[in-house]
Nanobody
């Protein structure tokens, strides 16, 4: 089994910053891509940013220039630095990891999510 645990969410005023962290643990052989997705009330989950094991990144247009994704491969951890936050960034943020397990299974795992609320 593989577990992903997020931390770092909270309440912040518009223009403020937050840093999310997500650590993966369990029966991990290696991790390919890791990412962050978000889901606001009444909407579908959407991509925020992804990062490969080699460090290549991809961002949603709505967060480019404001959010930065990074990872520490030795710690199986992915981060999301969020600056210049806007009320429309309010959502539950979920991390994901594309994992090769020690049982030679390849699948995407998800964290439970952390709430980010941006007040105007």
């Amino acid at each position: 089994q593989v577990q992903l645990v997020e931390s770092g969410g909270g309440l912040v005023q518009a223009g403020g910053s937050l840093r999310l962290s997500c650590g993966a643990s369990g029966s991990i052989f290696s991790i390919n891509a890791m990412g962050w997705y978000r889901q606001a009330l009444g909407t579908q989950r959407e991509l925020v940013a992804t990062i490969t094991s080699g460090g290549s990144t991809n961002y949603a247009d709505s967060v480019k220039g404001r959010f930065t994704i990074s990872r520490d491969n030795a710690k199986n951890t992915v981060y999301l630095q969020m600056n210049s936050l806007k009320p429309e960034d309010t959502a539950v943020y979920h991390c994901s990891a594309d994992v090769y397990t020690t049982s030679i299974v390849y699948r995407r795992y998800w964290g439970q999510g952390t709430q980010v609320t941006v007040s105007s």
